[in-house]
């Protein structure tokens, strides 16, 4: 069966610094990878996805994640975090052979922008 | 513009009383799905649905019942709730070309609380 883990429950960063998401991934074949955010009170919006190709992937908002597959990761990455982008994290993995594409998705990271 | 809603956002219920939560999406997906999400666990599908009567069970179905006469719609149902079931519930759609099923479309959530 898939899982996703995210080992950061909690990540607390300045405004400005840059930030690394980790995600780790098990599933047996090639997987289908999801980032997605969700702001307070809101549902989940997604960030980016990786399907197949380049295994850097870009996304809204300004972030983008690597796909390595050695290390069966799919970690999120922006380079100068804003205050808007304090908010909780969710990497998933979607079963591309499932016909139901079932999403596992990781406990979540909750990012927290210091001033 | 395109949407998934969800009604009641918010419910305060007791034990043992039925209970539905409508969701309702107008992008003419044929793909839905509920989740619950729970501190620490991430997001759980409860059901799916591929297309109009077409339902199957996700990862935790138990005390839950879902139905999909309509393509716009699928309402999930508690027949007798129970404390373990507070939770936020989201509902999702995505387009679905054959087995492959695209990036999932949220909604706002819908908070739970049986006492």
């Known amino acids: 069966a898939q899982s996703v883990t995210q080992p950061d429950i909690h990540i607390t960063v300045s405004e400005g610094a840059s930030l690394e998401l980790r995600c780790n991934y098990s599933y047996g074949a090639t997987p289908y990878l999801f980032w997605y955010v969700q702001s307070p009170g809101q549902g989940l919006q997604l960030l980016l996805k990786?399907?197949?190709?380049?295994?850097l992937v870009q996304g809204i908002k300004g972030f983008e994640a690597e796909f390595k597959r050695s290390q069966s990761s799919f970690n999120l990455r922006k380079p100068s975090v804003h205050w808007s982008d304090a908010a909780e994290y969710f990497c998933a993995v979607g079963d591309g052979d499932n016909a139901g594409n079932m999403l596992t998705f990781g406990g979540g990271t909750r990012l927290m922008v210091k001033p | 513009e395109a949407q998934v809603t969800q009604n009641p956002r918010y419910l305060i219920t007791v034990t043992g009383k039925k209970l539905t939560v409508t969701c309702s999406q107008n992008m003419n997906h044929e793909y839905m799905s509920w989740y619950r999400q729970d501190p620490g666990l991430g997001l759980r599908q409860i059901y799916y649905s591929m297309n109009v009567e077409v339902t199957d069970k996700g990862d935790v179905p138990e005390g839950y019942k879902v139905s999909r006469k309509e393509k716009r719609n699928f309402p999930l149902i508690l027949e007798s709730p129970s404390p373990n079931q507070t939770s936020l519930y989201f509902c999702?759609?995505?387009?679905?070309?054959?087995?492959?099923?695209?990036?999932?479309?949220f909604g706002p959530g819908t908070r739970l609380t049986v006492t």
């Open positions: 999702a759609s995505s387009l679905s070309m054959g087995h492959l099923t695209y990036e999932q479309y």
């Open positions: 990786y399907f197949s190709g380049d295994t």
